[in-house]
């Protein structure tokens, strides 16, 4: 990994863990999932910069898949959250 | 007050303990004698470059197979639980209609997500993915229709007949290695083909198209029965 | 845009899986090729009364013409969303005067609706709640014209006019 | 070691918040959490300085750089294991709070002794 | 020419038909009901054509993938496995037969496909020869048991569900950390090559490993105090469910125990300190019995009694004890389930489970009742049923050491047994004796669960008046254990 | 040339990715802190990737891919989870100025009851 | 002589069997299978007759043979068991008749034989397995038998099985120490190995063994459930328990004490008293304590037979006695007590049988008058009675002076006291006996009663006739009980077929002696009535004092309290009633057992969760603490 890459990993990182505390301060549900999207798509993000770090094409897949059962997941909770649970 | 902080010291305990276990097998070391073997030889013994899917489908197979029925199990138990007969059911009233993005958008992802599932298990044998991953992303298609459409339902029949379908495929290409020479389930009886072609690994990429279908399957019935408990609801005891 | 029958959303469905297995490989080897072409015909069997009630007449040269010209203007928008964003975000004062507006459409085509709503998601201030019939639910960060029509104007019409062509 | 301390503190807090929380909900949260400690666990037993994944997607990959594919496999199976008791569990509690109408432990005793 | 004999049969068919059930009940709803009774038949069959091989060469070893036992997983089957492997299918046969006859109650298919699958998850713990294969059928069989407990979806039947998922689950866990401890500490699964590599590691290096595993076995396995969740579960579970549950579940994962103890985890402390669980279940599980009002809690509180008995009689830790542990665990399998089955009858024609309410109900089902006495006789260990033979070699063992202590375990055994007479004899005076409560009619239960019933009583009747075969076998499994013969004989046959 | 115009792209899309997170920090309410994450961070990531396939081309159509797949996906879930939460009562911030949401769902609840 | 064992013993268990199955057929195919069957088994005896010794393998187990053997002492056991089991059957025929539930009759006859068959196993018995596995068999089968007799005796029986299998569990152990140093448990090898080892060990398998034998005995302190049991089952069992089922725990004891531990071997490893072993000193003192509570608690009672019942356990304290003095004379007075126990008990639960037959009642109180009405069986009561007061020429007197004489020759002076106070208590119950159910006032409800059917009367006849033989014979049984006794070492006693010549062991069997002991009983009885007449207080119901207008409501009740005055004497001992002891204890228990088990399953997840988390943690700390924990 050059330099560049660790302060791509910084940058992105921070926008993470700002994420992570939307999670968990709320203060709704909505707010809390609002977090995770966020912290998901970020990962897809890092997923498909680490298939390049570590020069794995493979691991794109990997990031597809995640990106796409967390998109179906907000889904899923966005429905339930309107019906209150 | 006084239940945590004895609860709080008797994991620290345990934890302690753990990593006592542990620091004797010192992290990061190099692999196990089983591991290293399935590295130098697993790609001349089952053709599959993804050595953690020869691993998963072929020497670990009969895992696999547990596993498979694991998921059956549980997607029975689910069906169990949230069995409501015909009669019984009821629709609630007070569903309201899903988003028009959402509706629209699921229903155009759909394909997509059929496509890209049957894709994952297809190359579970090259990629990180399999029959799991593949499986649960068409699983996750038929819970995005839930959602677009919360009066569908799949057909609980055509789904009892693809998991059944799968799981004997399964079952049935690891009995037929019985009655070969080497007279041993799960045998990899297939050519093994050009090392990351599609066509390749013997039957391994067969087992993982017929786990992907199963789980899918499941998932799905799992999915279905879920939604249903949730609009149907009905036939309380 | 009329409905089109079974076959024709068949065929189309399998067109655009096909392409999309070919981005998906992205490999011409034959046996790729080869599975990826089954696999479409499987896939869009179960699948093809989703994707489209229009099937093929999406693919008229002029309709992809519009798409491959939306396609830029579409992201530029996005670009320039996002340069919005940063300013609001950023600057000390906030500038947000957010509010709740309705938008009316002449889209006719679900997937029209859909094109719209998600293109005013992405682009500077507004983001689509929901759709109903010709009306569009949109939360605006920075409410310029409280009217419908106002809203309308600024918020829909620039997207409509390729849509139209694209989506009918 | 980073590692193997994180999945047990997983296992640990997923196992205070089986025994502590009352909410039928958290308990299954405990237990994933636990069991996503014991996936972890078991990655990182697999876990080489610098290894990388186990497949040999191109020419000449050096089989001593991959990590074991061992725990990987493992950890596959242990996930959808998990994935199918959480599915049965949500179910469980789903038809718990259909009849006891709470999601309070505590109130769920109508068998005893 | 296909080797029928070959022990993976004994999980593949079984799990063969689970899925055609699924099959089939897309096209035909009645086909499921039949198909567990070709399964476990086949099973049946199988497992005697095995019968000849095990003599022969002590040790029967099935590979997969085509590859030697470290390499790939292993079917291993010696005679302990393998009569617990008959007795499991056998137990699958009839209750199968039963089950056709007593569930009447929807989604069907997916009951006939979880029960076979429970069965098969009991069969694989039993016979598989990898550590984290045993996990894997725990599973198995865990996940089926959850189901199938909550299959009458009530009030009690859910709760005792998830009561039992989420101990089961933590058990799992547990289990599977165990599991992976020892593969951090030798890089292998199979249970021989993992006793063989971990030769050299101290008994302090291992303990925790073993303790964890031992936490998640006997969850399953009913030790007091991890099995809290059986006097609910399998009550609330359908009666040929419990039959099941008690009769050779509980048994595997003590099974598994035994094996684990003996090939990987032989050491004296161990049997000491595994004592103390035996005698706790054991008195446990008696005293509570003894309270019961409820039929089937109090068989279930029976079998954590008797589980206690043959886990003691195995914590001997020689020969005797281990065959007095092998002859308890056919005489409580055979009893414990052709009880359910009876109880499971006269539930349904009595309609409550509550002992009062049974009074007078042995006059009208005599031939229920009279096979509930040779079960219950069996299990306190009157003569001449098999109990006896087995309880005898279990106290012949102990007192083998006559230390205080041995002494004293025999006085809480005894006692404990008493207790058992004061429960079973007090069911049995008011079934035979009592006067009927209410008018309801009572008839016998249906001929086809009578079949299930009469099979299982006429073997244990077979074996209690002719016990000399079982007790050779018996004799000769206990003293492969003893002498590590699976360790041996795996080394030999197996290439490992 | 090309590693230039990658990491550029990586870094553009980092920013984004940030400053979508920040967005959600500093917004008064959870509209506008959508408004912010959504763009940002869909745009980010869009970028981000797309910048991995610049600097390995043979990657290019699979992140092409992935980054469609965002640009697409993205939108519909921001807009599902916003009339969540308005239809669940999440308040707004102080300084809104209109609401015609009640009026459009409102109609739609009770053509619904009926 | 080529009768197997194994023949012997299967027989009634095939019988059974086969008499179940004919019951499908007819009632009577049934009857008659049930008697031939029974006829056969004392057929087959009989031909052991004369036969010193015989011994066969009948299989093996755990590395020990299971044996069946045969000697006069068994041969004298195997005639009290199958002779007076084909006397109840016989009696049961039309006893039983009133029985609707034809099943329930089926079984009976075969729980019958089943009782028979389990009892020959154990006489047969050559190796403790053997014996054990049979004892249980009798245990359960009697059970079954005592269950028969309605709501009372499930409550009876109850008590009976739970102590039974306490005794046979106290008797496991012991056998299971025997088997951990002998690796075989056939007599001879068992007897070898208590022969070297320590006391401590002996005297602990006395004890264990005892505790077993005592039960089925009904010594005091186990016979708590004897009352209850002998007096609820059904008429025809209640002579086959008291009359023969007891009679295997004093057959149970002769094994131990001269069988395995022989009795020199007793000597050598213990102090003695009166030379007599400690141990075998204990048991006599517990013998002939039983004798003596039994007795007043028998005078006490209401109910025949319950009456009967405390009778029997009063004695088998008598064979109990005379088995644990060690000396030729006593045991043999003990064995030959068993017998004739045997035959006048079953005599007089089968008389009260008949008596409850016709009357439908056993209520001493309610009864009165009979002797016209039923002349036959107050004939054969009264031969009863007076076998069991020990008056010549009947049989009870000569086994009783033996062991009067055995305890007179080792000059045991309380003991021999308390054994005449037993006797001449004897006269008093059983005088209550026959003049509450046969003399005074025939009760209204009783004017149509008859004698019982001959099928009934047939037993009785056969037993008065026993019992006047083997009083002016007792030649007969001393035949046997000698030549076995030779087999265990003891000295043998000269005998004849009247009785005992002048310079056998014992002396001669005087006329004189036979009147002293006569007149002794006599004048402690009329003491007895000295004391107690004077201060009896008049009840509303004593119809002899108070002096009022005998109504015929009154005239009938008149045995009731018949000896109330006696009572108040001892009144104490009701208070410590034994019973209420062990009820105290056991209550105790369940209140304990029931609390803690509450606490433990208490319902709650989280407990039980934290249950397994705390077993973790016990060994996480083990692991910590290097594994010391233990
Ligand atoms: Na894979
Ligand atoms: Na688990």
Redesign the interface.
């Not at chain 7, 399953?601 to 969760?609: I, K, S, V, W």
């Given at each position: 990994m050059s330099i560049l890459d660790w302060i791509y990993l910084a940058i992105v990182s921070i926008g993470a863990i700002l994420a992570v505390f939307r999670m968990f301060k709320g203060p709704d549900v909505t707010d809390r999932v609002v977090g995770l999207d966020v912290l998901t798509t970020i990962t897809v993000a890092l997923f498909v910069f680490f298939a390049m770090v570590f020069d794995r094409y493979i691991y794109i897949d990997v990031a597809l898949v995640y990106g796409l059962l967390a998109f179906v997941g907000v889904l899923v909770i966005a429905r339930f959250i309107e019906r209150g649970f | 007050m006084i239940r945590k902080i004895v609860y709080s010291i008797f994991l620290a305990t345990i934890v302690l303990a753990l990593v006592m276990f542990f620091a004797a097998y010192p992290f990061g070391k190099n692999k196990m004698t089983v591991g290293e073997y399935y590295l130098n030889n697993g790609v001349a013994q089952t053709g599959a470059s993804n050595i953690v899917t020869s691993v998963v489908v072929d020497y670990r197979g009969f895992d696999t197979l547990g596993e498979v029925s694991v998921l059956f199990g549980a997607a029975a138990g689910v069906a169990i639980l949230f069995f409501v007969l015909a009669e019984n059911r009821r629709e609630r009233k007070n569903i309201t209609s899903p988003n028009f993005v959402v509706k629209v958008g699921s229903r155009i992802i759909f394909p997509f997500i059929l496509l890209f599932g049957t894709y994952i298990f297809i190359h579970g044998h090259l990629t990180p993915g399999g029959g799991f991953q593949g499986g649960s992303i068409i699983a996750s298609g038929f819970l995005l229709l839930y959602l677009a459409y919360p009066g569908t339902r799949v057909s609980r029949k055509k789904l009892s007949a693809v998991e059944g379908l799968a799981g004997l495929t399964f079952v049935l290409l690891g009995l037929y290695g019985l009655m070969l020479p080497e007279s041993s389930f799960l045998f990899n009886f297939l050519p093994k083909g050009q090392l990351n072609a599609l066509l390749s690994a013997g039957i391994l990429p067969i087992i993982y198209i017929a786990i992907g279908f199963k789980v899918a399957a499941e998932f799905a019935g799992i999915v279905d029965d879920m939604m249903c408990e949730v609009i149907c609801r009905g036939g309380e005891k | 845009m009329e409905k089109a029958g079974k076959l024709n959303k068949y065929i189309f469905t399998v067109v655009v899986l096909y392409v999309s297995w070919i981005l998906l490989t992205a490999t011409t080897r034959a046996d790729e090729l080869i599975v990826g072409l089954i696999v479409s015909l499987l896939v869009a069997i179960g699948s093809f009364d989703y994707l489209s009630e229009h099937g093929l007449s999406h693919l008229t040269p002029k309709r992809v013409l519009y798409l491959i010209i939306y396609a830029p203007y579409y992201l530029w928008q996005v670009i320039l969303a996002n340069f919005d964003v940063a300013y609001r975000v950023l600057a000390p004062s906030m500038p947000i005067k957010p509010g709740i507006v309705k938008v009316k459409t002449n889209l006719k085509t679900d997937s029209g609706k859909l094109a719209l709503a998600n293109s005013i998601t992405m682009t500077p201030g507004t983001l689509t709640m929901d759709v109903k019939d010709d009306t569009l639910l949109v939360h605006w960060i920075y409410v310029k014209d409280e009217t419908v029509e106002g809203a309308t104007k600024e918020i829909g019409t620039p997207f409509e006019k390729y849509l139209k062509e694209i989506f009918g | 070691m980073i590692y193997y301390l994180g999945s047990f503190l997983l296992i640990a807090i997923g196992l205070y918040a089986i025994i502590i929380k009352k909410n039928l909900i958290k308990i299954l949260i405990g237990l994933n959490l636990a069991a996503s400690g014991v996936n972890l666990l078991i990655v990182s037993i697999g876990y080489i300085k610098n290894g990388t994944a186990p497949i040999f997607s191109k020419i000449g990959i050096n089989p001593s750089a991959m990590v074991d594919p061992i725990p990987q496999a493992l950890t596959l199976t242990a996930i959808v294991i998990d994935a199918s008791e959480l599915a049965l569990a949500v179910a469980f509690v789903v038809l718990l709070y259909r009849h006891y109408g709470t999601l309070d432990i505590k109130k769920i005793r109508s068998l005893k002794w | 020419m296909v080797n029928l004999a070959n022990p993976i049969l004994l999980i593949a068919i079984p799990l063969l038909f689970v899925f055609l059930i699924a099959f089939s009940s897309a096209f035909s709803k009645s086909i499921a009901k039949y198909l567990p009774i070709f399964a476990f038949g086949l099973n049946v069959v199988i497992a005697i054509m095995i019968i000849p091989d095990v003599l022969k060469n002590g040790l029967v070893i099935a590979t997969t993938a085509g590859f030697k036992p470290p390499i790939a997983i292993d079917m291993v089957v010696d005679r302990l496995s393998l009569f617990l492997a008959i007795i499991a299918s056998l137990l699958g046969f009839v209750v199968s037969i039963y089950n056709v006859f007593y569930i009447d109650e929807e989604p069907e298919e997916k009951f006939y496909a979880l029960f076979t699958l429970l069965v098969a998850g009991v069969i694989w713990m039993i016979i598989t020869g990898d550590l984290f294969n045993l996990f894997v059928a725990f599973e198995v069989t865990s996940i089926a048991a959850f189901g199938l407990v909550g299959f009458h979806r009530d009030k009690g039947a859910v709760e005792a569900g998830f009561k039992y998922l989420v101990m089961g689950s933590i058990g799992g866990s547990f289990l599977l950390v165990g599991v992976i401890m020892l593969y951090a500490a030798t890089g292998t699964l199979n249970i021989v090559d993992i006793a063989q590599k971990s030769a050299e590691l101290t008994f302090q290096q291992k303990f925790l490993a073993y303790a964890l595993i031992f936490t998640g076995l006997g969850i399953e396995g009913a030790l007091f105090p991890l099995n809290a969740w059986l006097p609910d579960a399998h009550p609330a579970a359908p009666s040929s469910v419990s039959s099941i549950l008690s009769g050779i579940m509980t048994t595997a994962a003590i099974y598994a125990i035994f094996r684990i103890t003996n090939t990987i985890f032989d050491y004296n402390q161990i049997y000491f300190f595994l004592m103390f669980f035996a005698l706790l279940t054991l008195i446990f599980g008696e005293v509570a019995a003894f309270f019961q009002k409820d039929i089937k809690r109090m068989l279930a509180y029976s079998t954590i009694g008797q589980t206690g008995l043959f886990f003691f009689a195995f914590t001997l830790h020689s020969t005797n004890g281990l065959q007095g542990a092998f002859m308890q665990i056919i005489n409580h399998s055979l009893s414990k389930s052709m009880l359910f089955l009876i109880v499971g009858g006269m539930i349904m024609q009595v309609g409550s489970r509550n002992i009062d309410d049974f009074a007078g109900v042995g006059r009208k089902m005599k031939v229920s009742a009279f096979f509930l006495a040779v079960g219950m006789f069996s299990l306190m260990g009157l003569p001449p049923f098999f109990g006896f033979w087995s309880k005898l070699k279990i106290i012949f063992a102990a007192l083998q050491q006559t230390n205080i202590l041995m002494v004293a375990s025999v006085v809480i055994i005894l006692l404990m047994s008493v207790v058992e007479g004061a429960y079973f004899f007090k069911l049995l005076q008011a079934m035979f004796f009592g006067k009927p409560k209410q008018d309801r009619e009572i008839k016998e239960a249906s001929l086809g669960m009578l079949t299930a019933v009469v099979v299982l009583g006429l073997i244990l009747l077979f074996v209690s008046f002719y016990p000399t075969p079982i007790i050779d076998f018996t004799h000769q499994a206990a003293s492969d254990l003893m002498n590590k013969n699976y360790i041996n004989l795996a080394l030999k046959l197996g290439g490992l | 040339m090309r590693l230039i115009l990658g990491y550029f792209l990586l870094y553009f899309g980092a920013i984004f990715l940030f400053l979508g997170a920040f967005g959600l920090i500093r917004l008064p309410d959870l509209y506008t802190r959508m408004q912010a994450s959504t763009k940002s961070t869909t745009l980010g990531a869009f970028a981000s990737v797309l910048g991995v396939g610049v600097i390995h081309p043979d990657w290019f159509v699979k992140c092409l891919v992935v980054a469609l797949f965002i640009l697409l996906t993205a939108p519909v879930g921001s807009s599902a989870l916003m009339r969540a939460a308005y239809k669940t009562g999440v308040p707004m911030t102080d300084s809104t100025t209109i609401d015609e949401g009640k009026e459009f769902f409102g109609e739609e609840q009770e053509g619904e009851a009926k | 002589m080529n009768m197997s064992l194994e023949l012997l013993l299967a027989t009634p268990f095939i019988g059974g069997l086969l008499t179940y199955i004919g019951g499908k057929v007819h009632r009577w195919v049934r009857n008659i299978f049930a008697v031939l069957f029974s006829l056969l088994t004392l057929g087959e005896m009989s031909l052991f007759y004369n036969t010193t010794f015989k011994g066969d393998v009948w299989?093996s187990?755990?590395g020990s043979k299971l044996i069946l053997q045969t000697n006069p002492i068994t041969w004298l056991f195997l005639l009290i068991v199958t002779s007076i089991s084909l006397l109840v059957i016989v009696f049961s025929v039309d006893d039983m008749k009133h029985e609707e539930?034809h099943?329930?009759l089926d079984s009976y006859y075969m729980q019958l034989l089943f009782v028979e068959g389990a009892m020959i196993g154990i006489v047969l018995a050559g190796d403790l397995?053997t014996f054990?596995?049979?004892w249980?068999?009798m245990?359960?089968t009697s059970?079954f038998l005592i269950?028969?007799g309605g709501?009372k005796?499930?409550d009876a029986?109850?008590k009976y099985?739970?102590m039974s299998?306490?005794g046979a569990?106290a008797m496991?152990?012991a056998i299971?120490?025997i088997?951990?140093?002998a690796h075989s448990l056939v007599y001879p090898d068992v007897a070898l190995v208590l022969s070297q080892s320590s006391p401590t060990f002996t005297i602990w398998i006395i004890i264990l063994l005892g505790v077993g034998f005592f039960v089925k005995a009904a010594v005091m302190p186990l016979h708590t459930w004897l009352p209850d049991a002998h007096s609820e089952a059904p008429s025809p069992v209640s002579p086959l328990l008291s009359g023969v089922l007891i009679k295997m725990g004093a057959y149970g004891l002769f094994i131990i004490f001269y069988g395995l531990m022989s009795a020199n071997l007793a000597k050598n490893i213990m102090p003695s008293i009166f030379s007599t072993p400690v141990l075998l000193y204990i048991v006599q003192w517990l013998a002939a304590l039983s004798i003596v509570l039994a007795t007043f608690l028998a005078i006490m009672q209401e109910d025949a037979k319950r009456l009967l019942a405390y009778s029997s356990i009063s004695q088998i304290g008598y064979v109990v006695l005379g088995l644990a003095t060690g000396t030729s004379l006593g045991v043999a007075g003990g064995l030959f007590h068993a017998l004739n126990h045997a035959i006048f008990k079953s005599l007089l639960f089968l008389a009260v049988g008949a008596v409850i037959y016709r009357t439908g009642t056993r209520n001493l109180s309610d009864l009165g008058g009979l002797v016209k009405k039923m002349p036959f069986t107050f004939v054969a009561l009264v031969v009863g009675i007076i076998a069991l007061a020990g008056v010549p020429p009947l049989n009870g007197f000569v086994s009783k002076w033996m062991i009067y004489e055995a305890l007179l020759q080792k000059k045991e002076v309380f003991l021999l006291i308390m054994a005449f106070v037993g006797s001449t208590g004897a006269f008093l119950y059983v005088y209550r006996l026959v003049h509450s159910i046969f003399l005074g006032q025939l009760s209204q409800k009783h004017e149509n009663v008859k004698d019982v059917p001959i099928l009934m009367q047939i037993p009785m006849w056969v037993l008065v006739i026993a019992t006047v033989i083997y009083g002016i014979f007792p030649g007969l049984a001393m035949d046997v009980i000698v030549k076995g006794m030779k087999m265990f070492g003891f000295a043998p006693i000269a005998y004849n077929l009247y009785g005992f010549p002048q310079g056998s062991t014992m002396g001669a069997l005087k006329v004189i002696n036979i009147a002293s002991v006569l007149m002794i009983s006599f004048v402690v009885a009329w003491i007895f009535f000295l004391l107690f007449s004077k201060s009896r207080k008049v009840s509303q119901y004593d119809n002899y004092a108070a002096g009022q207008v005998v109504t015929p409501e009154l005239k009938y009740n008149y045995s009731f309290g018949f000896y109330m005055s006696f009572g108040r004497v001892i009144k104490p001992i009701f208070k410590i009633s034994i019973e209420r002891i062990y009820n105290y204890w056991v209550d105790a228990a369940?209140i304990f057992?029931?609390y803690y088990?509450?606490r433990?399953?208490?319902?709650?997840?989280?407990?039980?969760?934290?249950?397994?988390?705390?077993?973790?943690?016990i060994?996480?700390?083990?692991?910590?603490l290097?594994?010391k924990i233990?």
């Open positions: - | - | - | - | - | - | 299989g187990l755990f539930d099943i329930v397995i054990f596995m049979f249980e068999i245990s359960w059970y269950v028969h709501k005796s499930m029986g109850y099985i739970i299998i306490i569990y496991f152990v299971a120490m088997y951990s140093k369940k057992g029931d088990m509450r433990v399953y208490t319902g709650n997840l989280e407990t039980y969760n934290s249950y397994i988390v705390i077993v973790v943690t060994a996480a700390a083990a692991v910590l290097g594994g233990w």
